[in-house]
Nanobody, 123 residues
């Protein structure tokens, strides 16, 4: 079992930056791929990025490639998502689930979800 708590969301102007963090509890954290997903009301949850347990492999949705960077510190049981050049379409609730599959798998295998953190991009 892994418990996940996301933080770092807030209100930012277009073109601005935020860094999201995801703190995990549980000794098995380092054995999982970690993802970031986002969701807006009325829309399906959207995959954003994933990182392998060793941090050796990352994978991004085309919509965030070059702007977002996923990383992890297994010693701190934490995953990060610095986000740059934010746009209004990035507004969403961001979650960091633990995943059983490789970052570049054709589908995700999410096992555990956190509550999410709100990101609003608006002038």
């Amino acid at each position: 079992q892994v418990q996940l708590v996301e933080s770092g969301g807030g209100l930012v102007q277009p073109g601005g930056s935020l860094r999201l963090s995801c703190a995990a509890s549980g000794r098995t954290f380092r054995s999982y791929t970690m993802d970031w997903f986002r969701q807006t009301p009325g829309k399906e949850r959207e995959f954003v990025a994933a990182i392998s347990w060793s941090a050796g492999t990352t994978y991004y949705a085309d919509s965030v490639k070059g702007r977002f960077t996923i990383s992890r510190e297994n010693a701190k049981n934490t995953v990060y998502l610095p986000m740059n050049s934010l746009q209004p379409e990035d507004t969403a609730v961001y979650s960091c689930p633990a995943d059983s599959r490789l970052p570049n798998a054709s589908s995700r295998g999410v096992l555990y979800w956190g509550q999410g953190t709100h990101v609003t991009v608006s002038s």
